[in-house]
């Protein structure tokens, strides 16, 4: 009988992948990981998701994970880790892993420590600071940059989720190890141009990420009017957990504002166009993928596009400026011809390159050799002084309580 690995997650909460992109992967990730691995699972702020969300909610995520097979433990990490046993400890975003991974060298000496970077949030930061020019948004990324490199430095594996923001890490530290697993998606039947939906644009994406929100601010100031000024007809649906009051505020005749969905596939198969209007950001964008993964043609920027591979003009239309922006979702709105090969050319992309099947391959050869990665040792004086401290609390300091 063969043993299967033992892998703890580690992550701030459940994942919702009905609310955020970014839950999607990770959901589709945990799946894949409980297909072939002894799979558990520890969320360390689920009382703060708890007060967000409610309690139906959040047990409904946590019943989706144990219908995986995962286990899920309670709150708790160290105690996890004293009385667990595992090869590998896998954390969702660096702040998580921050305060746990000299935890896990201690008690787990033996483990492999794997860090999720999901977007490299100082390259996101830096952007955002291009695009404001403010100075303490720029001081902010380099206090970011300084303390999400020293977690990856820490760390055994650093994932990524484009080989572009593998290469950012590694321009930074050529000794990381760096591995990529990009975003999953499952294909759909391609979207079918009606009366209905010929001039209906959509936008999906999370409000808690701030890039979204300064996307569709920008894109209802600058963008839609000219589009509107070609195309009367346009109306736009904006889709995505937590809209703040300024987006609200955006709701017109125009403008529909429907914030969170417990499913987007509706939406998707009837709309023409959807649009990711980012002008900052990092990592790969899953409001992108999903829409052509159910063959609907995209418009987006060049930051849209960062990590993907996608052919702009084929795959993919790109505007960075109002003008261009708004003329690339008007070809697709009036040139039907334009609008199928479009969608067709992004569906056979999201097909060849990150559909479950491809995705699958890069998850297990990651898993099944992790062991052939050095493990990062504690420094030994380090480890004296926390076994003494530990030595010291356990059978001294009670007695003065």
Same mark, same amino acid.
């Given at each position: 009988m063969t043993i299967k690995s033992r892998i703890l997650v580690v992550a701030s909460e459940y994942p919702a992948p009905d609310r955020?992109?970014?839950?999607?992967?990770?959901?589709s990730l945990l799946r894949?990981?409980?297909?072939?691995? &002894?799979?558990?699972? /520890?969320? @360390?702020?689920?009382?703060?998701?708890?007060? *967000?969300?409610?309690?139906?909610?959040?047990?409904r995520y946590e019943s989706d994970l144990k219908q995986l097979g995962v286990k899920v433990l309670q709150p708790?990490?160290?105690?996890? =880790?004293?009385?667990?046993?595992?090869?590998?400890? #896998?954390? &969702?975003?660096?702040?998580?892993?921050?305060?746990?991974?000299?935890?896990?060298? @201690?008690?787990?000496?033996? !483990? *492999? @420590?794997?860090?999720a970077s999901v977007d490299v949030a100082f390259h996101r930061l830096l952007s955002?600071?291009?695009?404001?020019?403010?100075? !303490?948004?720029?001081?902010h990324a380099l206090r970011e940059k300084a303390s999400e490199l020293a977690v990856y430095r820490s760390a055994d594996v650093v994932v990524t989720v484009t080989q572009e923001d593998a290469n950012i890490l590694l321009k930074e530290d050529p000794s990381l190890s760096t591995w990529v697993i990009p975003n999953i998606h499952t294909l759909h039947e391609p979207v079918k141009l009606?009366? &209905?939906n010929a001039n209906r644009l959509v936008f999906v994406g999370s409000f808690i990420h701030e890039p979204n929100v300064d996307a569709i601010r920008y894109f209802c100031s600058d963008v839609l009017p000219l589009i509107a000024e070609a195309v009367s007809e346009v109306h736009m649906r904006i889709i995505g957990n937590a809209p703040p009051p300024e987006i609200v505020r955006l709701a017109s005749g125009r403008v529909e504002v429907l914030g969170y969905v417990p499913e987007t596939k509706p939406f998707l198969e009837t709309s023409a166009v959807s649009i990711a209007p980012l002008r900052f950001g990092a990592g790969m964008k899953g409001k992108i993928g999903e829409a052509m993964s159910f063959g609907l043609?995209?418009?987006?920027?060049?930051?849209?596009?960062?990590?993907?591979? #996608?052919?702009?003009?084929?795959?993919?239309?790109?505007?960075?400026?109002?003008?261009?922006?708004?003329?690339?979702?008007?070809?697709?709105?009036?040139?039907?011809?334009?609008w199928?090969?479009?969608?067709?050319?992004g569906f056979e992309f999201i097909r060849d390159n990150y559909s479950e099947p491809i995705?699958?391959?890069?998850?297990?050869? =990651?898993?099944?050799?992790? /062991?052939?990665?050095?493990?990062?040792? @504690?420094?030994?004086?380090?480890?004296?002084?926390?076994? =003494?401290?530990?030595?010291?609390?356990?059978h001294l300091s009670w007695r003065m309580k």
């Open positions: 955020a992109s970014g839950d999607v992967r990770f959901f894949m990981l409980s297909e072939a691995y &002894e799979v558990s699972f /520890c969320a @360390i702020a689920q009382s703060r998701q708890v007060e *967000r969300l409610g309690v139906p909610d959040v047990q708790g990490v160290a105690r996890v =880790l004293r009385v667990g046993s595992f090869d590998a400890v #896998l954390f &969702e975003f660096h702040y998580v892993a921050r305060n746990f991974i000299e935890e896990v060298r @201690i008690q787990q000496p033996g !483990a *492999r @420590i794997i860090v955002k600071a291009k695009v404001t020019g403010n100075k !303490a948004d720029h001081d009606t009366l &209905e043609p995209v418009v987006t920027t060049t930051v849209g596009v960062e990590g993907f591979g #996608l052919t702009p003009g084929k795959d993919v239309l790109v505007g960075d400026t109002p003008e261009a922006f708004a003329q690339a979702v008007v070809s697709l709105l009036r040139d039907k011809a334009l199928a090969k479009v969608g067709a050319s995705v699958r391959r890069a998850v297990y050869r =990651l898993f099944d050799g992790v /062991c052939a990665y050095p493990v990062k040792r @504690i420094k030994t004086l380090h480890l004296l002084r926390r076994k =003494l401290a530990e030595l010291v609390e356990r």
